[in-house]
């Protein structure tokens, strides 16, 4: 006999994920699920934490592009001041 495969429907975001989970999570604790839809309930589960740790570590490497951007821009800007010391220490020989 073949399985049938749920249809994972993508939520709309992640707040609304975590409020299926978490609604998912309550109904297994109140041992009112139907033992018939336990498996589709966990699967459906399964799927959305995953879904949500996709979504976490996707926002985890732009955070971590953008800090590394702005990494670089402040190199570049002590790069800048280091040459106005400089300037400044060559305007202080004069005198």
Do not use: H
């Amino acid at each position: 006999m073949a399985t049938k495969k749920v249809q994972a429907a993508e939520p709309a975001g992640y707040a609304e994920a975590m409020r299926e989970v978490e609604s998912i999570l309550s109904e297994l604790d109140s041992n009112s699920v139907d033992v018939d839809v336990l498996a589709t309930k966990a699967e459906r589960a399964s799927f959305l934490i995953n879904w949500c740790n996709e979504r976490i570590s996707s926002a985890q490497m732009t955070i971590d592009s953008l800090v590394a951007d702005l990494g670089a821009d402040e190199e570049y800007d002590d790069d800048e001041y280091e040459d106005e010391d400089e300037f400044d220490d060559e305007e202080d020989d004069d005198e």
